[in-house]
């Protein structure tokens, strides 16, 4: 038989169960017991929809990100949390985001570091090391969940982040060597990998993604070190690499003392056939051959064709998973009753995926005949997506073809700028704003789900939504902000939004994805040309503009961060998809100048985040990204003040390549990291204006004036104060009015006192 198996499942539920658990626990509204039974409850019914794989993954369910869950299993806890009062679950929260369930400030902590997990829309909580650094096993929660599987009957494979990789995704706290901590580390794998060998466990899946990242040779000879001391323990281990091609580490995973390697082969095709050629005989393949990160449905006939002659070579050697893990896709497609027919053909959510596989697997085993017609369905919504008139649109691939450089050059340079702007504006030093959105309350989101269900007629939803755009402003001018945003009230999502209103676009109704912790996003399916029929957002910057005299900013998400945050078409570059979108937001941004708004955000949150994952390869995917922002932004006068925001993400490497962008002001993360963007200007005077978020928002804790001052006289050391701006650390919509209103207090009292001194 053809051995399938999966190598994650997504953990949210498929109506969100998990989020609105962890949020009514946090609340002080659900018992900790009842929290673990939520959990317990998604874990079954998750297991139930890959019963028929051979093996069903163990621990890849966390109650809020995956590498923290590996932190806690191996006993590492920053300092600041380890003695806090209260039982394990209130630590991990309060790692997580500052604090747990009931917390007061007294118990509230330093939440850690968060960023992207490799180039995936996915946060993750960043080990922290340090000198000294101690590990040690706390295995309950891993062998909680396999007694579970296995009470449910479940053909269990453990999953746990590997060691190396777990060391390269944390960072040190005091410059020391992350890699002088595996041999201290190594003996904790090895005993959990012990433990899991008594509980009869055959197969542990050892993730190690960092295998298709650059890496220098100390990094190289720490996966011999790590792997060739944990070949002693008595389990079969399979090597898991996701996320790209191995290239110069090819030869090096295959030759790892390892029982299996599993190769992303939508991300790698062309190292199959160097894979199956270089692994020894006695170790089993897993090719990843349906796409874990994206919602388009697998071309299965193609896919068999390069496939059956692999299974012909390797027999039972031969295992089939998907690319990744499924946590970057939704869950089930049958939910989807209202989308177009059409559409929806084209699409596989995860529970799809996995039937997917199965017929590769029965179509390998039994042979074409006996799935014939599931493949000849598939072939026909293939060829139903390539060949539908809805995807492609003339005059957009005209415009395109059309682009010449001037369209992304500003009239003047940036000091010349600067001059227009400050006579215009009239801003004093340490300019005071936010990101864009203000609290998403129950009453906005009621109204907006009245208005798409008809309960509200279209002159009833914008009566609310001017009334909660009122409230900001008066709020906003009550705290003393001196740059205004208008709140957001009428948006879902900073890409949805967009979307709904761009030709080329299909939205989910429960196509819902984890983003972090509770967050959850419902990425926006980009099935064709792109196309601005109307103004977007025009009308309610006006509104909120007309209710002040200060200075009102108009928001826009910019085209990269559209892009990096929908599920995009795979059937031409992403650089082409980019150029349309980024002329779809040049046009909104002119309509925005010529309405009278002098500052318009254009937010690339998720630039990096497109980033490949080796650095070799950045310089062509910065070189379009960062003229498709160009082209959505520069069209204005000098008069009219151009802003970015980008968040939680290393910015240190492409600093130059974000002074490339020429934005007169970016709005950038730095709370989490203390300020560690600042190292970056040690060897780089960065030109242009810049505010370093101050605190952070994910976090409901409040932030300290005098904390604020340091962080921001820090950030003078680095840059002149007259190019400093004071801003949060992202947007505020995840928040609610109680902790915003003294948050921005403290962040405006401490601008007043900057300015003072």
């Known amino acids: 038989m053809i051995t399938t ?13 998990l989020k609105f658990a962890q949020e009514a626990f946090w609340k002080g509204e659900l018992s900790a017991e009842d929290l673990n039974l939520t959990a317990a ?18 621990g890849d369910f966390s109650l809020y990100d995956q590498v923290l869950d590996m932190s806690f299993t191996l006993g590492h806890l920053p300092a600041r949390a380890r003695d806090t009062q209260g039982t394990e679950l209130d630590r991990y929260f309060r790692v997580a985001r500052g604090r747990s369930a009931n917390d007061t400030a007294c118990c509230a902590i330093h939440a850690g570091e968060m960023t992207k997990w490799f180039d995936t829309n996915y946060h993750y909580i960043v080990p922290e090391f340090e000198r000294g650094s101690r590990f040690q096993l706390n295995p309950e929660r891993l062998l909680t969940q396999l007694a579970e599987a296995r009470a449910q009957g479940v053909n269990s494979k453990p999953v746990i982040i590997g060691p190396v990789t777990y060391l390269w995704l944390g960072k040190s706290k005091d410059d020391s060597d992350r890699l002088a901590l595996l041999e201290d580390l190594l003996p904790v794998y090895a005993e959990l990998l012990n433990l899991l060998a008594e ?24 996966y011999n070190l790590a792997y060739h001391q944990l070949k002693a323990c008595p389990v079969k281990l399979l090597l898991t690499t996701y996320f790209g091609e191995l290239r110069e580490n090819l030869q090096l995973a295959c030759e790892l003392p390892v029982a299996g390697l599993h190769l992303d082969a939508i991300s790698a095709p062309g190292e199959v056939g160097r894979v199956t050629d270089w692994l020894p005989a006695h170790k089993i393949l897993s090719l990843g051959v349906i796409n874990g990160r994206n919602v388009w449905k697998t071309d299965l006939p193609a896919t068999l064709d390069w496939l059956e002659p692999v299974h012909q070579r390797l027999g039972d050697r031969l295992w089939l998973a998907p690319s990744c893990s499924l946590l970057h896709v939704p869950v089930d497609l049958t939910s989807e009753t209202e989308m177009d027919a059409e559409l929806r053909s084209w699409l596989a959510f995860a529970v799809q995926k996995l039937d997917e596989l199965q017929t590769l697997a029965d179509a390998l085993q039994l042979g074409r005949a006996a799935v014939a017609d599931v493949l000849a369905q598939n072939a026909h919504a293939i060829a139903s997506r390539r060949q539908s008139p809805r995807v492609h649109n003339p005059a957009v691939t005209h415009a395109v073809a059309a682009i010449s450089p001037d369209l992304g050059t500003r009239r003047s340079a940036y000091t010349q700028r600067l001059q227009a702007q400050k006579s ?3 801003l004093p030093a340490y300019p005071t704003t936010t990101i864009g959105s203000f609290p998403q309350t129950r009453e906005i989101r009621q109204a907006r789900l009245q208005y798409r269900k008809g309960g509200l007629s279209e002159t009833q939803y914008t009566t609310r939504i001017r009334e909660e755009i009122a409230r900001c402003v008066r709020e906003q001018e009550a705290l003393g902000l001196d740059v205004l945003v208008h709140g957001e009230a009428e948006r879902n999502d900073m890409v949805e939004y967009f979307g709904e209103q761009l030709d080329g676009y299909v939205f989910s109704r ?17 099935f064709g040309d792109i196309r601005r029929p109307k103004a977007m957002t025009v009308a309610w910057t006006e509104y909120a503009q007309s209710l002040t005299d200060k200075p009102m900013k108009g928001m826009l998400t910019g085209p990269v961060t559209i892009l990096n945050w929908s599920f995009v078409r795979d059937d031409q570059p992403r650089k082409d998809t980019c150029l349309q979108l980024a002329l779809a937001i040049r046009d909104e941004v002119l309509d925005l100048e010529r309405a009278g708004v002098r500052i318009i955000q254009i937010d690339e949150a998720a630039l990096r985040e497109g980033l490949p994952l080796r650095q070799s390869d950045w310089q062509s995917y910065l070189n379009w990204a960062i003229e498709a922002f160009r082209i959505s932004a520069n069209g204005v006068s000098d008069e009219t003040q151009i802003h970015t925001h980008m968040c939680y993400s290393e910015f240190n490497d492409i600093i130059e390549a974000i002074a490339r ?13 203390d300020m560690e963007l600042l190292d970056a200007f040690k060897g780089f005077q960065y030109p242009n204006d810049i505010g370093p978020g101050v605190y952070d928002i994910h976090s ?34 995840t928040r609610n ?21």
């Open 199 to 222: 509980q009869g466990v055959e197969w542990v899946q050892i993730d190690e993604p960092a295998l298709v990242t650059e890496l220098d040779s100390p990094w190289r000879h720490a």
């Open 737 to 757: 009015w109680e902790e915003v209103i003294p948050a921005l207090r403290e962040m405006v009292d401490a601008a007043r006192s900057l300015r003072a001194n």
């Open 700 to 733: 409901p804790n409040i932030p300290d004036k005098r904390h604020i001052v340091s962080l921001m006289e820090k950030a003078a050391q680095r840059i002149p104060a007259e190019r400093l701006w004071v801003n949060p650390d992202c947007g505020l919509k």
């Open 5 to 17: 198996h999966n190598l994650g499942f997504p953990r949210i539920g498929a109506k969100r169960e």
């Open 661 to 673: 962008m020429d934005a007169d002001v970016i709005t950038i993360e730095t709370s989490r990291s």
């Open 41 to 58: 409850d998604l874990r079954h019914r998750n297991w139930h929809l890959q019963s028929p794989l051979t093996f069903a993954p163990v």
């Open 510 to 526: 429960f196509g819902w994805v984890q983003s972090y912790g509770s967050r959850c996003v419902k990425p926006p399916i980009l």
């Open 424 to 426: 215009h504006l009239n």
